[in-house]
């Protein structure tokens, strides 16, 4: 499995962002891709997962923005469009997936992921 994350950079305050995540090498159709940060000194926290078996997505309460799926037979990307960003908002964002059978995503807790992206850095100034 490969995820490959895009679309990070820095913005001002008030500003917008899209993430994409590009997975691909699944080798069965149900599977969940999930998106975290990580913002200094603080752990990682989920932010949503996409699970392909009900075409559902969960989100942390506390998250601005919204996700959109592209897919085809081969690949899958998993966006996230964040809107309004502050300060707090600045993070390493990554992406992860996980295929384990029976698997549940609902709960955004990463050590329940088996793959990852190399991570990409958000900054938001004021």
């Known amino acids: 499995v490969q995820l490959v994350e895009s679309g990070g950079g820095s913005v001002q305050t008030g500003g917008s962002l899209r993430l994409s995540c590009a997975a691909s090498?699944?080798?069965?159709?149900?599977?969940?891709i999930g998106w975290f940060r990580q913002a200094p000194g603080k752990e990682r926290e989920g932010i949503l997962c996409?699970?392909?078996?009900?075409?559902?997505?969960y989100y942390r309460d506390s998250v601005k923005g919204r996700r959109t799926v592209d897919s085809n037979n081969a690949k899958i990307a998993v966006s996230l469009e964040m809107n309004n960003l502050g300060p707090e908002d600045t993070a390493v964002y990554s992406c992860?997936?996980?295929?384990?059978?029976?698997?549940?995503?609902?709960?955004?807790?990463?050590?329940?992921?088996?793959?990852w992206g190399q991570g990409i850095q958000v900054t938001v100034s004021s």
């Open positions: 996409f699970d392909t078996r009900y075409g559902f997505t």
């Open positions: 090498g699944f080798l069965e159709d149900e599977y969940a």
């Open positions: 992860a997936a996980i295929d384990d059978w029976g698997f549940s995503c609902r709960e955004l807790k990463d050590n329940d992921y088996d793959y």
